[in-house]
């Protein structure tokens, strides 16, 4: 059994990986760069599940998809020695007025009511949880089972790992098209000339997944929404937890480097870090963290989140032959795994292993 997999972001280097573990021979991960250069290694890494969820149905897939994360990180570094820095930092979640106070008390009742852990937090209190917040809340919502990896670490360690179990990673291939033969996916045509057979191809381009041709014109389009990041780095390392205001978020990743978050930009797929993202990003962050104001810019980048209309596009498509990955917008490597998982069991379903 031969599967194809177009792009070699988080979800196909990680489906790669987990259809290998499921027994699979012949695997192909089609990547136009290099795997991992796109929205997968420039994400911030913030495994948000219960900050992120917008009703009870997500906030329950989340969750699940977090608290896999734990043993994913230690097969991880069992086959490749690849720390992925998974950590249960936890997230404070500001309130700076009575009203958005109250907006955190309802999340929080909510989630205590599943069964979560989540607390009402007075500013005194949320210091006491992370030292260098500012002064002059109302109040935050504190999520303490809220964790992070380090992107570019996850996206090494999919990459060896799914290397070594037989995957075939071939960089620098533009897949041209989907084939499609008497209204079956059969495989992809790679510029100029070269054809690729598949029994199951699955796209996983992610916020380019639109722009492939031969995609079925019935699948919901993935869209790119821009997100600048800034990094900075303190000396000596004095934040441990992550800080969430709206959109904006502060991510210290524990020895001395803070990522700083993020626009929602839809600019289509223009590659610029801008002055006035990166004044948000950073006046938002020193508000929150003062201290941050001296600490020093490493450097910024920007990258598209595959966005579309709903949930994301996972397991079989319109067009028999056809799988997806895609689509996961702000929330892809908290679901990276959850997701191999669904769309190895919607293949492995469909066929036996060979
Ligand atoms: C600024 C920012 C911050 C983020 N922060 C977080 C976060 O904290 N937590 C979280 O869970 N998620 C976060 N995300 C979202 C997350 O990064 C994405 O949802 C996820 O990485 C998408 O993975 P992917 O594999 O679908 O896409 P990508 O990583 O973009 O991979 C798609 C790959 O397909 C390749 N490709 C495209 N077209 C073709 C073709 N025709 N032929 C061959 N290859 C092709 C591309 O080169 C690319 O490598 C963030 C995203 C951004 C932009």
Redesign the pocket.
């Known amino acids: 059994m031969r599967i194809v997999i177009?792009?070699?972001?988080?979800?196909?280097c990680a489906t790669a990986l987990e259809l290998a573990r499921r027994g699979v021979r012949d695997i192909i991960v089609?990547?136009?760069?290099v795997p991992g250069?796109?929205?997968?290694s420039?994400?911030?890494?913030?495994?948000a599940a219960q900050i992120e969820s917008r009703d009870e149905e997500e906030l329950a897939r989340f969750v699940v998809a977090r608290d896999a994360y734990g043993d994913w990180a230690t097969s991880l570094r069992e086959a490749t020695g690849i720390d992925i820095a998974h950590r249960r930092s936890g997230v404070l979640s500001i309130a700076r007025t009575p009203a958005e106070l109250e907006a955190a008390q309802h999340d929080v009742a909510l989630q205590q009511a599943r069964g979560l852990r989540a607390e009402i937090v007075d500013g005194a209190h949320a210091r006491t949880i992370e030292r260098e917040l500012c002064d002059g809340i109302a109040g935050a919502a504190y999520y303490p089972d809220e964790a992070q990896v380090d992107p570019p670490q996850l996206l090494r360690a999919l990459v060896v790992a799914a290397t070594n179990a037989g995957v075939v990673m071939r960089g620098g291939?533009?897949?041209a098209t989907l084939l499609t033969e008497g209204g079956r996916c059969v495989g992809v045509s790679l510029a100029p000339k070269e054809i690729t057979r598949a029994d199951a191809v699955i796209l996983?381009?992610?916020?380019?997944s639109s722009l492939?041709p031969g995609v079925p014109d019935d699948m919901p389009r993935v869209r790119p929404i821009r997100?600048?990041?800034v990094m900075l780095e303190e000396r000596p390392p004095r934040a441990s937890t992550i800080l969430f205001e709206g959109h904006s978020y502060v991510v210290p990743r524990g020895d001395g480097r803070v990522i700083c978050?993020?626009t929602m930009e839809d600019v289509g797929h223009r590659r610029e870090v801008t002055a006035a993202g990166v004044q948000s990003i950073l006046g938002a962050a020193i508000a929150l963290m003062p201290r941050l104001g001296e600490a020093e810019l490493v450097r910024s980048w920007?990258?598209?989140?595959?966005s579309v209309a709903g949930a994301p596009l996972v397991g079989a498509s319109p067009l028999p032959g056809l799988f997806l990955a895609?689509g996961?917008?702000?929330?892809?490597?908290?679901l990276a795994k959850v997701t191999a998982d669904a769309v190895a069991d919607a293949i492995m379903g469909a066929r036996p292993p060979s």
């Not at 250069?37 to 997968?40: D, F, K, P, Q, T």
């Open positions: 177009v792009g070699g972001g988080v979800m196909g089609l990547e136009r760069a250069a796109e929205a997968s420039a994400a911030a890494g913030i495994l291939t533009t897949v996983a381009a992610g916020s380019w492939v997100g600048q990041l978050g993020s920007c990258n598209f989140r595959p895609t996961h917008h702000r929330n892809g490597i908290l």
